[in-house]
């Protein structure tokens, strides 16, 4: 069964950037969609964008002027940089695999920006 | 970019059967947005239900199924249990290099 596992700061002072990375275990990291997902405190669920395996990227129009995504198949892992960061991207952040086989979400991991 | 619709709530009696439904602002909801329903428990971590507009993971108990109705992607539970409780999100694609984008949410409450 696949696992995915993000890691990175919990807390980020506002104006740096903020850097996640999701482990995949299980599976391979190829033939699917990797996306990133956050959740800010009691709201709802906000796609930031995904890349394919193949290389390929798609960003939310909202935030892709400040976000990276991208692929490491060789340590099965992909990472999102978020940079500028403010109050507002204080969120769980997710990452999510999505494909003809269905979506696996990981376990997500809460991202405070504060100075 | 598109907006998804979702009804922000909706109740159901134990042992009923409730649709909940979602909309695009692009128009009809087709096979070809590949609608995700996916299920987050208060506290807990979203998990996919549904993919593909129909497809059923493994973990998904077979009360709830998708499809697609009047224009608009559907999940449907018949049998509603107490732990059926929780906030449920829409996922489309838009397709090749467009946003994916989740609808706000229809929370769910089992009484």
């Known amino acids: 069964q696949v696992q995915l596992r993000e890691s990175g700061p919990g807390l980020v002072k506002p104006s740096e950037t903020l850097s996640l990375t999701c482990s995949v275990s299980g599976g391979s990291i190829s033939n699917h969609y990797w996306s990133w997902v956050r959740q800010p405190p009691g709201k709802g669920l906000e796609w930031i964008g995904y890349?394919?395996?193949?290389?390929?990227?798609n960003y939310s129009p909202s935030l892709e002027s400040r976000i990276t995504i991208s692929l490491d198949t060789s340590k099965n892992q992909f990472s999102l940089n978020l940079n500028s960061v403010t109050a507002a991207d204080t969120a769980v952040y997710y990452c999510?695999?999505?494909?003809?086989?269905?979506?696996?979400w990981g376990q997500g991991t809460l991202v405070t920006v504060s100075s | 970019q598109a907006v998804v619709t979702q009804e922000p709530s909706l109740t159901v009696s134990p042992g009923g059967t409730v649709t909940l439904t979602c909309g695009s602002s692009t128009g009809a909801v087709t096979n070809g947005h590949y609608p995700y329903w996916i299920q987050q428990k208060p506290g807990q971590v979203p998990r996919t239900l549904i993919y593909d507009t129909a497809n059923r993971h493994s973990w998904t108990p077979a009360r709830f199924s998708g499809s697609l109705l009047g224009g608009r992607a559907a999940l449907t539970l018949s049998g509603a249990l107490p732990e059926d409780e929780a906030d449920y999100y829409c996922?489309?694609?838009f397709g090749r290099g467009r946003p994916w984008v989740f609808g706000g949410g229809t929370k769910l409450t089992v009484l």
């Open positions: 999510v695999r999505s494909s003809s086989s269905g979506g696996y």
């Open positions: 996922w489309l694609s």
């Open positions: 890349i394919h395996y193949s290389g390929s990227t």
